[in-house]
Structures are given as C-alpha cells and as structure tokens.
C-alpha cells in the first residue's frame, strides 16, 4: 500500500491553521485537539493519517467504526476513537467497547444505556453532551433545562461509569458566518452555564468546528476541531 502523501500535507496545513487561529483569538498553543473524522474512508486512510503523527480520531456509524478500528488499536494501541454521530441505543453495546468517547449523547435514555453497557465492561467512558443551537432541526439536546436533567441525573450518582467532560454541537450548514458564530457562542455560554450548576464536574471540552466552521469554533472557544473532508478528501 501506499502511503497517501496528501494526507499527511492536509493534516499539518490545519495543524498550521489551527495554530493560527488560536493565536488569533488571543488562545494558549495547543489548547485546541484535532480530531480526524474518518467516516466513509477506509482503513488504509486512517494509517497514512497516523503516519502524519494524528491519532485522534472520530467516526459516525458504530458499524464502519467497528470495520476498522479493532485492527487500528492492535497495531496502535495509543490511537482513539470518538464516536460522533447519532447513537441508536441498540448500537451502544459496540459502541463503548471501541470508543474512549461519546460525543453525541443527546437524550437522557442514552446515558441510561451507556452506563448499564459500561457497568458490564467495568469500564469508564468519557462522553460529551450534544446541544442543538443551530436553526434547523438537528440532533441534540434542544433546551438547556434537558442538559441540566442529564447532568444532575449523573451527578446525582446513578451513572458511576460516565464521565461528563463538555458539550459538542453542529453549526447550522450555511455560508452566513454570522449564524455559524451564533451557533458557537450559544454553546459556550450555555457551557460556562452548567459548569458553573455542576462544580463537582469538568466540563471544559467544547466540541465544535468542521471543515468549512473551525477557524470560527477557535475563536469561539472550541476545544475540539472534528475535521473529515480536508484531511481526507471528498467522501464518497
Ligand atoms: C462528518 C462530520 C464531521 C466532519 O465534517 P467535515 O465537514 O467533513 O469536516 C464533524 N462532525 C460530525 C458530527 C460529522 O458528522
């Protein structure tokens, strides 16, 4: 196989780009994680990313993640999985066994499922939860008294095994920088919000920016960038 340059030149040009933008919203060098969203690429992709030193990734569908990231841990045991897209509950078995983390958990009955799996694995899992704050209909939490719900049912001790780090959320697909901005800034205020409900928590990852939004998501405090098309090219 050959290794596909293009992907190592792709990932330090948004390293590069990342950089910047965070010392163009006046934030610390690298207080802001890459994440390489390898959805509807294949495994050989996911190794030439590696080679370019990136091991953080994030995938959508339990089932393509579950194709190609047992082989990537056994050859790469330091390398992570995040899972991004919206998680059937049945789906959530296989999910903890792959993930360090769930990023899109958008209803209380998730975390339910996430625990009793996690309990059975004695194993603990990170997780993010999802706020909606876009203007279309998306997935997510849609209010912030849900999130407070959530929040205090884990803390509340009814879900030993999750670990509540921040929140992820989608900017509305539009060219209009102004309502991607909103979208961001939305989040990280509702954030400080339910940092400042829940201390006995650290809820300081905020999961947001794409291809076409990071460099905004940076000035708005993202904490995770979720890069899938300029890494990886087109999706097919
Ligand atoms: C696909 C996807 C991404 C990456 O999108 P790009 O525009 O290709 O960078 C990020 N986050 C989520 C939730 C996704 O589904």
């Known amino acids: 196989m050959l290794m596909n340059e293009q992907i190592k030149i792709n990932i330090e040009k948004i390293r590069t780009q990342i950089k910047e933008a965070e010392i163009k919203a006046g934030r610390k060098a690298g207080s802001v994680k890459l994440l390489a969203v390898s959805k509807f690429h294949p495994v050989e992709a996911v190794y030439d ?3 370019a030193g990136q091991m953080d990734f994030g995938e959508n569908r339990v089932q393509e993640a579950c194709s190609k990231f047992p082989e990537v841990f056994q050859k790469f045991p330091e390398a ?3 899972i ?9 078995k296989k999910a903890v066994e ?9 209803r209380i009955e998730l975390v339910k499922e996430i625990e ?3 309990a059975r694995l004695e194993k603990k899992i990170e997780i993010l939860l999802e706020f909606h704050t876009g203007e279309e209909s998306k997935s997510g939490f849609k209010t912030e008294e849900s999130l407070e719900e959530t929040l205090e049912y884990i803390s509340s001790g009814n879900a030993p095994h999750i670990i509540p780090r921040g929140f992820m959320t989608m900017a509305p697909f539009t060219d209009d920088e102004e309502k991607i901005r909103k979208s961001f800034s939305i989040m990280k205020q509702t954030a400080e919000k339910m940092q400042a409900r829940f201390k006995n928590f650290n809820l300081d990852e905020l ?6 939004d990071f460099e905004i998501a940076i000035q708005e ?5 979720r890069v899938g098309t300029a890494i990886f090219g087109q999706r097919i």
Do not use: F, P, R
């Not at 991004?84 to 959530?92: A, D, E, H, S």
């Not at 999961?207 to 076409?212: A, D, F, L, P």
């Open 49 to 51: 990313a590696i080679a």
């Open 80 to 82: 992570k999985l995040h």
């Open 84 to 92: 991004i897209g919206q998680l059937q509950t049945n789906k959530v």
């Open 98 to 106: 792959i993930a360090s983390m769930i990023e899109s958990v958008d």
């Open 116 to 118: 009793k799996q996690c």
């Open 207 to 212: 999961s947001m920016g794409m291809t076409h």
């Open 221 to 225: 405090g993202s904490t995770e960038v």
